[in-house]
């Protein structure tokens, strides 16, 4: 008997490796479930595909303004800036959002769900478009490369790229974006339903703590010292310390490292194309 199958796409930098896990976790019990995972954005062809049937989910970071779809939050990520190594802001260990927004971005092609590309852009905090850099960004890879080049820098999840030649800056007061999956407003499979269960069991660290504790255990999953923490946020130490203690019990954890163990999650820190 052919077992059920599910058709998922997830965007390179959303909880990829879990779902990935979870996907070959799903394939190997005892009532297996056949999932075929592809990698995809917040495209409205892919919105509407999924409308169609085509897809059955859609994992992304940020929030869709498509209302033919259910939206549920199953994570969290951090934002970082991306930016060439010789970039005057490349020996920061950290930035602020004021310094980010104020830096030229890449110009993607359009074709994608209008509120997801303002949420990436913060048009809202910037009162408008971006400056935007030369180079058409019509791809990762293009992309990737119209940063290396010192032209761009550009605002993704702190999952996005680990590449020689660009540096990633945790943004220490940016808002935590949701990772959601997308789905048809109908009544879920059994076999959707377990894939969703899967994930929310798995959900990010950063769920249970508060905002305060995610800006700093996001700095902690950085490498930054509880020194460097409190200047990045303008904290004293010992309300850094606090925080990292508060978070340490909130989810159990022993040390700073099953702390970054889990607020990571098996995220794979390295983004499409890297």
């Known amino acids: 008997m052919t077992p059920p199958r599910l058709r998922v796409a997830v965007m390179p930098t959303a909880m990829t490796r879990t779902c ?24 409205l062809l892919n919105l509407q595909r999924l409308v169609d049937g085509d897809l059955d989910a859609l994992v992304v970071t940020g929030r869709l303004g498509d209302a033919r779809v259910r939206q549920r939050e199953v994570g969290v990520v951090g934002s970082a800036l991306y930016l060439d190594e010789e970039h005057p802001l490349a020996a920061a260990r950290s930035v602020r959002l004021p310094e980010a927004l104020a830096q030229p971005t890449f110009r993607r092609p359009e074709g994608v769900d209008e509120r997801w590309h303002a949420g990436w852009l913060m048009t809202a905090l910037r009162g408008g478009e971006p400056t935007y850099s030369s180079g058409p960004g019509a791809d990762e890879l293009d992309v990737q490369r119209i ?28 808002d935590p974006v949701p990772v959601l999956v997308a789905t048809r407003p109908e009544p879920e499979s059994p076999e959707l339903d377990g894939f969703l269960s899967g994930l929310t069991a798995r959900q990010h660290v950063a769920g249970s703590l508060s905002m305060a504790e995610r800006r700093v255990v996001s ?27 508060s978070a340490l019990r909130r989810r159990g954890a022993r040390s700073r490292t099953d702390l970054v163990a889990a607020w990571w999650h098996g995220e794979d820190p390295v983004g499409a194309g890297s």
């Open 20 to 43: 990935y896990e979870l996907a070959r976790s799903m394939q190997r019990s005892s009532r297996p479930v056949e999932i075929s995972l592809e990698l995809g954005w917040a495209t």
């Open 219 to 245: 700095l902690v999953a950085d490498g930054l010292s509880n020194r460097e923490i409190a200047a990045a946020l303008h904290l004293s130490v010992r309300t850094v310390e606090s925080h990292v203690s």
């Open 147 to 174: 940063i290396g080049t010192g032209r761009a820098t550009g605002i993704a999840p702190t999952t996005w790229c680990r590449r020689p030649g660009i540096v990633a800056l945790p943004i220490v007061d940016a």
